[in-house]
């Protein structure tokens, strides 16, 4: 079974610039959810998906970062302009149902270093 | 929303049990407790999750307590491929107020 796929692995960038990431869940999982994790802390759930609808973004920084999930399946998020603080890895996950007693699935992440 | 507070780190020898605790002691009735850990550059891993019930499976057993505000993952003989980040993590809530949060985790130093 493919896992969870994430692209780019690395980007570096300057600050005020914008950025995209992409994430491919494992194939019939309704759940999508997109993670910050800073360095030295856990992850920080930034929103999720049920299907291609939300069910929470209520820590995504909705003045810079947005995200789509529009067929339900792959999603991308995006920061639009980048600041300093948003150096960290964002990791994707997915689970096969929503409602929290369900397994998520990682994918490898992407490293994000804005200068 | 509800917390989790863990030791930043722990040490064991390889080949004895490790038990790792995790205070939630403003869990909701609806929060599954799960545990995930990560490895350096790779993203987490699930370990095990339960509600109220003590849970076992091939990796790990998860004790909860009683009134549910702690919990303790027991890995029944660490090897030197558990040294990783452990996560406490409560999932659920329901409805708008389903939240998902994760712990600042502890570090499992493995001896051999």
């Known amino acids: 079974e493919a896992g969870v796929a994430q692209s780019p692995r690395y980007k570096i960038i300057e600050k005020r610039q914008s950025v995209a990431f992409w994430c491919n869940p494992i194939?019939?999982?309704?759940?999508l959810y997109w993670y910050q994790q800073i360095l030295g802390q856990g992850p920080k759930l930034l929103i999720q998906?049920?299907?291609?609808?939300?069910v929470d973004d209520s820590q995504l920084p909705k003045d810079r970062f947005s995200a789509e999930r529009l067929k339900g399946v792959d999603s991308t998020l995006k920061i639009q302009p980048a600041k300093l603080e948003d150096s960290a890895v964002y990791l994707c996950?997915?689970?096969?149902?929503w409602g929290g007693g369900d397994e998520q699935f990682f994918g490898p992440g992407t490293r994000l270093t804005v200068l | 929303d509800a917390k989790t507070t863990q030791p930043n780190s722990m040490e064991s020898n390889e080949e004895e049990p490790v038990h790792l605790p995790c205070n939630h002691s403003?869990?909701?009735?609806?929060?599954?407790i799960h545990w995930y850990r990560q490895l350096p550059s790779q993203g987490p891993e699930y370990v095990i999750h339960?509600?109220?019930s003590n849970v076992n499976n091939r990796m790990a057993s998860l004790a909860i307590a009683e009134d549910r505000k702690s919990s303790t993952l027991i890995l029944h003989r660490a090897t030197l491929r558990d040294a990783a980040v452990y996560y406490c993590?409560?999932?659920?809530?329901?409805?708008?107020?389903?939240?998902?949060?994760f712990g600042k985790g502890t570090l499992l130093t493995v001896n051999p």
């Open positions: 996950a997915s689970s096969l149902v």
């Open positions: 403003t869990i909701s009735g609806t929060d599954y």
């Open positions: 339960g509600l109220t």
């Open positions: 993590m409560l999932g659920g809530g329901g409805g708008s107020n389903y939240k998902l949060t």
């Open positions: 194939s019939g999982h309704a759940t």
């Open positions: 998906f049920q299907n291609n609808g939300v």
